[in-house]
Nanobody, 130 residues
């Protein structure tokens, strides 16, 4: 049973930083997975933040977070990270970790498609005040 557990959310002022973690269990992390961070603000649809293909480390970012957020992985710890810098109030949302077994092409094509991801964490709240 694949399980994803997020942590690291919290409340910060605009311009601050947070690092989210997603601990994965139930499979070998270094296998070929498309893993990503998504977020959902109140009244809005869930949207992609950043995605990584675990075998090659190829990354994909949602335009509003490019240059501010960095997705990374630690295969030894079976953990996915999201470093968030220069946070803005519009980054306020529940952040979810997601994963799906994947080829490189599948991840490239579907990295922004929430319906393409099979496993989801419970989410962690990020609140950015102005």
């Amino acid at each position: 049973q694949v399980q994803l557990v997020e942590s690291g959310g919290g409340s910060v002022q605009a311009g601050g930083s947070l690092r989210l973690s997603c601990a994965a269990s139930g499979y070998t992390y270094s296998s070929s997975y498309c893993m990503g961070w998504f977020r959902q603000a109140p009244g809005k649809e869930r949207e992609r933040v950043a995605t990584i293909y675990t075998r090659t480390g190829d990354t994909y970012y949602f335009d509003p977070v490019k240059g501010r957020f960095t997705i990374s992985q630690d295969n030894a710890k079976n953990t996915l990270y999201l470093q968030m810098n220069s946070l803005k109030p519009e980054d306020t949302a529940i952040y979810y970790c997601a994963a799906v077994p994947s080829t490189s092409d599948y991840c490239h094509i579907n990295n922004g498609n929430t319906g393409a991801f099979r496993y989801w964490g419970q989410g962690t709240q990020v609140t950015v005040s102005s």
